[in-house]
């Protein structure tokens, strides 16, 4: 996959205010069992913990042990209040505004599980989590093959799990701030949701 994007990458189906299309709550889980455990197993096994913000959040988010704090940022309100790991809840539509409304260094990682296929300026949202997570501190993105299609990005819809890979692999390296991002498919092959991850380190400010 080119690194470039071609024009469209980010138009979707449906490019109404997406505030509509969240506003009625949904509590369901969008990954199967198996996948939500592997999402677990890997925060886990990378550490996440501390100060922690899931992005583009809902009702769970997924974590064996819950944060010490846990601030978790989506498009429903009920849902997020929902969230029993959650400490902090904040309403907020990447889509419309990418730039976080939190202040430097204010994480020590950063988490998107099943939804960075719905972001139409990821390059933008990236970079902005490189500046809210301290230097040293994990951005972990999780995905599997299910969505609403409407709302997910032309490109993602065209294509295949391995360049899903390879695009939320150029998210990270286009935004700066992060270090090599590490691919790994999280289930193994077979019946059953897939899993694949993409993580990076954000990098000391020069």
Not at 6 to 25: M, N, V
Not at 66 to 85: C, D, F, S, W
Not at 115 to 141: E, K, M
Request: glycine share 6%.
């Amino acid at each position: 996959m080119s690194e470039e994007f071609a024009p469209g990458f980010f138009s979707r189906d449906d490019e109404a205010d997406d505030a509509f299309f969240y506003a009625t709550p949904r509590f369901v889980t969008h990954i199967d069992e198996r996948a939500i455990a592997a999402v677990g197993a890997l925060y886990e096994e990378l550490g996440v913990r501390g100060r922690v913000l899931d992005l583009m959040s809902s009702w769970v988010s997924h974590f064996r042990e819950k944060p010490v704090q846990l601030t978790v940022l989506g498009m429903n309100a009920a849902e997020l209040a929902a969230n029993r790991q959650a400490s902090a809840v904040v309403v907020h539509d990447l889509n419309a505004d990418p730039a976080l409304p939190f202040v430097d260094d204010a994480f020590d990682a950063a988490t998107c599980c099943v939804s960075v296929d719905y972001l139409t300026q990821p390059i933008a949202v990236f970079a902005d989590v490189a500046r809210v997570v301290r230097p040293g501190g994990l951005f972990v993105t999780t995905f599997s093959n299910r969505l609403f299609p409407t709302k997910a990005i032309r490109a993602w819809l065209a294509s295949d799990d391995a360049t899903h890979v390879e695009i939320v692999s150029a998210y990270f390296r286009k935004a700066g701030g992060f270090g090599p991002p590490q691919v790994r498919r999280c289930t193994p092959p077979g019946a059953g949701d897939p899993l694949f991850a993409v993580w990076a380190p954000v990098l000391a400010n020069l």
